[in-house]
Nanobody, 125 residues
């Protein structure tokens, strides 16, 4: 299982940009999907964007065209570039890593679903 550490959150004015980074303690090449989620006060944690180990990306409708997720295997990081930020983007942003369980003959390598500690993003109007 890997440990995830997020960075890059902060306070920004509406219309501004921030770049979040998630550093994995292990290689991200074996992780099936990495994603960014967010949770506003009193609300559930929702998917913002995800990227598979084949490079396939998905985005929440609310961030399409404004946010871009990317991965760097050399650095074992997954970044979230956030542009044209809105007050409703204010939340704690969490990095997530999902690895499937794999089996090869008698050998089973258990998967995991791991979260970072979160980083606060505040967009002032």
């Amino acid at each position: 299982q890997v440990r995830l550490v997020e960075s890059g959150g902060g306070l920004v004015q509406s219309g501004g940009s921030l770049r979040l980074s998630c550093k994995s303690s292990g290689t991200i090449d074996v992780i099936n999907t990495m994603g960014w989620y967010r949770q506003a006060p009193g609300k559930q944690r929702d998917l913002v964007a995800s990227i598979s180990n084949t490079g396939r990306t998905t985005y929440a409708d609310s961030v399409k065209g404004r946010f871009t997720i990317s991965r760097d295997s050399a650095k074992d990081t997954v970044d979230l570039q956030m542009n044209t930020l809105k007050p409703e983007d204010t939340a704690v942003y969490f990095c997530n890593a999902k690895k499937d369980t794999t089996r090869s003959g008698p050998i089973t390598v258990r998967g995991y679903d791991t979260w970072g500690q979160g980083t606060q993003v505040t967009v002032a109007s």
